[in-house]
């Protein structure tokens, strides 16, 4: 059974949880039978890493589900959580509700995740108590991009962790199951941190943390923009591109295909 009971009992025994999303059939096949991973984010950064968009903004709800339903059917061991696109929650409370239960009716999703503060506490308490399990996402919302003129690092000065914090505790309080920091400085990330009972999942947070998540095509050297506090555990890009390179080669080499390629001819 999927769930994210797993979520409290790390945080129990401090144990690190460990996030990463995931957009396609491929990667979440392997990313499914990774013992370590606790769960899944389809996150919006689709947009950025599969879409090519600038932002997150562009992507919608009918994209959003042809992705978490790929994932979610793929992932037999892992709970998938559906991050919800731009303007598909947070416009009227009946749309929030609808548009998250569609990522879970229709793309198989065992939770969602919006980005937002002790604004979005009501709607998550309503979320919750109809059976949605929901993560929070404080710190850098790069949903609030044209907002804030930018991606910002948040946490810098007393009152910004203040203000972090109270978000944390109200979200905590209205039901959410876990809380994504995102580039918050090490000293928030550790207040909020100790100031709620439910696991925090950092990216670009810091070691204090209960967990870290990243984006998939970071750490494997896909992303064309990969940010400051990610390493790129391999060059996927490289090595892919050597890789069709030497086949287009072939090809025009003559080595490729080989005269008998059906085992039957032989
Ligand atoms: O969309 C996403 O991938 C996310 C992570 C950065 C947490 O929200």
Same mark, same amino acid.
């Given at each position: 059974? %999927?769930?994210?009971?797993?979520?409290?009992? %790390?945080?129990?025994?401090?144990?690190?949880? #460990?996030?990463?999303?995931?957009?396609?059939?491929?990667?979440?096949?392997?990313?499914?039978?990774?013992?370590?991973?606790?769960?899944?984010?389809?996150?919006?950064?689709?947009?950025?890493?599969?879409?090519?968009?600038?932002?997150?903004?562009?992507?919608?709800?009918?994209?959003?589900?042809?992705?978490?339903?790929?994932?979610?059917?793929?992932?037999?061991?892992?709970? #998938?959580?559906?991050?919800?696109?731009?303007?598909?929650?947070?416009?009227?409370?009946?749309?929030?509700?609808?548009?998250?239960?569609?990522?879970?009716?229709?793309?198989?999703?065992?939770?969602?995740? @919006?980005?937002?503060?002790?604004?979005?506490?009501?709607?998550?308490? %309503?979320?919750?108590?109809?059976?949605?399990? #929901?993560?929070?996402?404080?710190?850098?919302?790069?949903?609030?991009?044209?907002?804030?003129?930018?991606?910002?690092?948040?946490?810098?000065?007393?009152?910004?962790?203040?203000?972090?914090?109270?978000?944390?505790?109200?979200?905590?309080?209205?039901?959410?199951?876990?809380?994504?920091?995102?580039?918050?400085?090490?000293?928030?990330?550790?207040?909020?941190?100790?100031? @709620?009972?439910?696991?925090?999942?950092?990216?670009?947070?810091?070691?204090?943390?209960?967990?870290?998540?990243?984006?998939?095509?970071?750490?494997?050297?896909?992303?064309?923009?990969?940010?400051?506090?990610?390493?790129?555990?391999?060059?996927?890009?490289?090595?892919?591109?050597?890789?069709?390179?030497?086949?287009? %080669?072939?090809?025009?080499?003559?080595?490729?295909?080989?005269?008998?390629?059906?085992?039957?001819?032989?």
């Amino acid at each position: 059974m %999927k769930n994210f009971n797993n979520f409290a009992k %790390k945080k129990r025994l401090n144990q690190p949880l #460990v996030l990463i999303t995931a957009y396609s059939y491929s990667f979440a096949k392997i990313i499914d039978s990774i013992e370590e991973i606790d769960a899944i984010l389809v996150g919006d950064s689709v947009a950025n890493v599969e879409y090519g968009y600038e932002t997150t903004i562009p992507v919608n709800m009918e994209q959003m589900l042809n992705h978490v339903s790929i994932v979610s059917e793929t992932c037999k061991q892992k709970p #998938v959580i559906a991050d919800m696109p731009f303007l598909s929650y947070g416009v009227s409370t009946a749309d929030s509700i609808k548009n998250a239960g569609r990522m879970m009716k229709e793309g198989k999703a065992n939770g969602v995740k @919006i980005e937002g503060g002790k604004e979005f506490a009501e709607l998550v308490y %309503k979320m919750t108590m109809i059976g949605i399990p #929901v993560m929070g996402h404080i710190g850098l919302k790069p949903q609030h991009y044209n907002v804030m003129g930018g991606y910002r690092i948040s946490g810098k000065n007393e009152d910004q962790v203040e203000e972090l914090i109270a978000d944390a505790v109200a979200l905590e309080q209205a039901g959410i199951f876990s809380l994504i920091l995102e580039c918050v400085t090490e000293e928030a990330a550790k207040a909020i941190t100790n100031a @709620i009972s439910i696991p925090t999942i950092g990216i670009g947070a810091g070691k204090y943390c209960d967990g870290q998540i990243c984006v998939l095509n970071d750490l494997l050297g896909l992303s064309s923009y990969i940010p400051s506090f990610m390493e790129k555990y391999v060059d996927l890009f490289s090595i892919s591109k050597d890789a069709i390179e030497k086949w287009a %080669k072939d090809v025009i080499s003559g080595t490729f295909p080989k005269t008998s390629f059906h085992k039957d001819q032989q």
